[in-house]
């Protein structure tokens, strides 16, 4: 509890700058808004007023009938002005508020979108993706409450109390001082109920809504492997618990509002029987007409409706906080891996790529995995990196695409340090494929296309027949129009690896990074995207990351990483025939596996 009690001030302190900070792009809007909605409780304001004036003029009707008839019809002239007047600004300003509110709204989500998309890949990987969207949808449709509550809300109401209380002290002084002294008790303790008794359990039930939406995600992306296990029973009681726990919570916040507004009627019981007991005795001792009486008491109503109404606006307020500040978060993250300011685009020609003395931690590691690695690929040459798990060779061509900073040294491509080039421009330049690659849920010539924005048909096509994928693409029912479902799931392993090398083909890129694209695929797509690797890796540098060795036999160089370092480099034959190499030992390993494999078949 006491965590959550020291989130809270931070949180409405970043949220309401943040929404304020929205406002302020679009001060035209702002304007009409405001003045629109406070113009409309102004009017209610006076319309008491002409209320009791009103009834003034009708008890002298039997005295002096002129002048109440000229009294009323003058009273009555200025409740119907209000209220036209109230009608055109109210009109005004819900016109005006609708596109200023989807303006942020679609600016938030947006911005919320740009920030996450550059990330670290840490960061992804830490993360659901469900939970993430659910983040900023509900963050969205929080900044919408919180807008209707404060600009159609809040700020009226404000002008409504404290116009009402000064008009009705003008006449009685302690009348006014009293509705002043309820009004601060009522919005005070609304405050403090709200903001020390809803908000917690307001932020633990908006967690477990945040969790059943990463546990819905998780569950229905991996829904193959579900299926596979016949655990469809499994994840229904994983998902029911999540959800049961989200119901109590979500209750027990629920039961509070209700507490809450049970309390604040409490509040309004003990300010009518003040207010309309008060004008009461000021009537019965003659300091008071018949028309001041309606005047107050219409006024008390008046105000009674809008005290009710703000401490709901209140709650509104709150939780439109709670639901935001998770959104407000992403925006006020740093982005992992950023440009730096004097960031130039980076040209590549040959591709030659150069560590300097490199040194690289991973966060909350006290050893590094890299102490002044010197590696020198030349330009065009075909490199592969050879090691058991963890010993470095996924986070070398990490560096290389700058998705990790390295901690000490540089990393250069044509002589360039990739930290002071633009990524994108980077990144534009170095065509991965990756061991198990990831399809966009969208037609095969988009996914194809990705590679380069504004791709003819025919230069799509010419890239799948070289990735060895037009075939099988020809004989699906709509070809190239086919979609693929959620990352490529339509699509069997060696089809959807044969998609990311037509679109590496048609990237075109100086320098390729083949993450062991032929591991886990039967023989006859094995031999077809070997050939297709065997056509792409010509005319560029490739570095390739090996676990079948049989794919590093015909390369240039082979690196052999160990627990970071560089333990062998060499060819194939030469780190083969190498007395108690670790290349050896791994090259026998398979060899036997496949002696074996063979015998039992």
Known sequence: MTHSRNKRPSALRAVLPFVFRHWRNQPVRLFVVSSGLIGVAAADVFMPLFAGRLVDAVTLAATNPAAAQRGAMIAFGAIFALGLVALVLRLIGLKAILPFTLRIMSDVAQNAFVRIQRFSTDWHANGFAGSTVRKITRGMWALDLMNDTILMALVPSLVVLV?????????????????????????????????????????????????????????????????????????????????????????????????????????????????????????????????????????????????????????????????????????????????????????????????????????????????????????????????????????????????YDATGGRVLIDGQDVAKATQQSLRSQIAIVQQEPTLFHRSLAENIGYARPGATMAQIEEAARLANAHEFIMRLPKRYETLVGERGVKLSGGERQRVALARAFLADAPILILDEATSSLDSESEALIQEAMDRLIQGRTAIVIAHRLSTVRSLDRILVFDRGRIAEEGTHASLARRPGGIYRSLFERQVLELDRMSAAE
């Open 163 to 403: 116009g009402s209380t000064i008009l009705v002290g003008w006449h009685w002084p302690v009348l006014g001082a009293v509705i002043a002294i309820i009004t601060v008790i009522y919005v005070g303790m609304t405050v403090a109920l709200t903001a020390n008794y809803i908000a917690p359990a307001a932020q633990l039930s908006n967690a477990l809504d945040t969790k059943v939406g990463g546990t819905l995600a998780d569950a229905l992306t991996c829904n193959a492997v579900v299926k596979s296990f016949g655990a469809e029973n499994r994840e229904d009681a994983r998902l029911a618990g999540v959800v049961s726990k989200w119901r109590r919570r979500a209750g027990r916040t629920w039961l509070r509002y209700t507490y809450v507004g049970i309390a604040q009627n409490a509040v309004l019981v003990v300010m009518s029987a003040c207010v309309i007991g008060g004008v009461l005795l000021l009537w019965m001792a003659g300091r008071a007409t018949p028309g001041e009486v309606t005047y107050v008491v219409t006024t008390y109503f008046v105000i009674h409706g809008y005290l009710g109404d703000i401490g709901q606006h209140i709650s509104h307020l709150q939780r439109s906080v709670n639901d935001m500040e998770e959104l407000v978060a992403i925006h006020d993250e740093a982005i992992g891996i950023a440009d730096a300011p004097d960031a130039v685009p980076m040209k590549v020609a040959g591709g030659g790529i150069v560590f300097d003395d490199v040194t690289f931690h991973y966060r909350g590691h006290d050893t590094p995995l890299y102490d002044r690695l010197a590696v020198n690929i030349k330009p065009g040459e075909r490199v592969g990196l050879v090691g058991r798990s963890g010993s470095g060779k996924t986070t070398f061509v990490k560096l290389v695409q700058r998705l």
